[in-house]
């Protein structure tokens, strides 16, 4: 198996930048509940983007039973454990790798025993229904010149990226098609490039192909690529760390591993553990 370079040490501070110009934010909570709760009661969780779709359900339930709100800021996870590293507030990082949790862990900036894995991601083809016939059937597929642009996400430092690049040597195709690659600076902009047409194909996480109604997939073989364990851990930083350990642990709750799993997640209750 092809083990890519996680790149520990080779993003520039310019990453950090970045992260804030291009990440979403989001918040999510109960109506009405912003006029008796203050900053203080409410998290900050940084998330990789694949869980962009699913996160502000799984916050919501999460506000419904205990009252706390839940921000948001969604980009690539490597960018974002760059931007805790370097003195970034927040209360929980989410990672959909966990070398990016162990770089935030060797810095000194999270709590180790918190550190909880509640999902895998699984890798997807993803393409316009428009493509037809000349839809692959597998990653082999995509050496025909058919394919002009082929999108996946930058593996300088996103895991989905770092996934679909070892898939893609592990089938020998990656030298051939590497000069039609397209980079998307995080998963959800990787499918925009796709379903926008300004590529043919989209290696993405299963989860924000689900959510595209205008288009079709395929299963990257798991056996082509490291797991993806999607992890998530409260930073030292957080004021209120008994509220993030109570959100990183409904991750693990039967309701959020419902919306998880119909989001085209692996749960955590079928994860195989040593």
């Given at each position: 198996m092809i083990e890519p370079n996680r790149l520990r040490g080779l993003l520039c501070k310019g990453l950090f930048a970045l992260t804030l110009l291009t990440m979403t934010v989001l918040s999510v909570g109960c109506p009405g509940s912003g006029d008796s709760k203050n900053d203080s009661d409410e998290l900050l969780v940084l998330s990789?983007?694949?869980?962009?779709?699913?996160?502000?359900?799984?916050?919501?339930a999460f506000t419904r039973d205990t009252g706390t709100r839940v921000n948001f800021s969604f980009g690539s996870s490597g960018q974002l454990s760059q931007q805790i590293i370097q003195g970034g507030r927040a209360d929980v990082y989410i990672s959909?790798?966990?070398?990016?949790?162990?770089?935030?862990l060797s810095e000194g900036r999270a709590f180790e025993d918190s550190r909880k894995v509640f999902a895998l991601v699984q890798l997807?083809?993803?393409w316009r229904d428009d493509l037809g016939t000349n839809a692959p059937?597998?990653?082999?597929?995509?050496?025909?010149?058919?394919?002009?642009?082929?999108?996946?996400?930058?593996?300088?430092?996103?895991?989905?990226?770092?996934?679909?690049?070892?898939?893609?040597?592990e089938v020998g195709v990656w030298d051939k098609i590497e000069r039609r690659?397209?980079?998307?600076?995080?998963?959800?902009?990787?499918?925009?490039?796709?379903?926008?047409?300004?590529?043919?194909?989209?290696?993405?996480?299963?989860?924000?192909?689900?959510?595209?109604?205008?288009?079709?997939?395929?299963?990257?073989?798991?056996?082509?690529?490291?797991?993806?364990?999607?992890?998530?851990?409260?930073?030292?930083?957080?004021k209120i760390p008994g509220k993030a350990t109570e959100f990183v642990e409904f991750l693990n709750s039967s309701e959020a591993e419902q919306l998880l799993s119909a989001s085209g997640f692996e749960v955590a209750a079928v994860i195989p553990r040593d």
């Open positions: 990789a983007s694949n869980l962009s779709a699913v996160l502000p359900e799984i916050a919501a959909a790798d966990r070398g990016f949790v162990d770089d935030v997807v083809m993803w059937d597998d990653l082999s597929d995509l050496e025909g010149e058919q394919y002009k642009r082929i999108a996946i996400s930058n593996p300088n430092h996103a895991p989905t990226g770092i996934a679909a690049k070892a898939a893609l040597q690659l397209v980079f998307g600076g995080s998963a959800t902009q990787t499918i925009q490039f796709a379903s926008s047409g300004n590529t043919e194909v989209a290696i993405v996480p299963k989860s924000l192909a689900v959510q595209e109604a205008d288009g079709a997939f395929a299963l990257v073989g798991p056996d082509l690529y490291e797991p993806l364990e999607q992890e998530a851990v409260v930073l030292k930083d957080s």
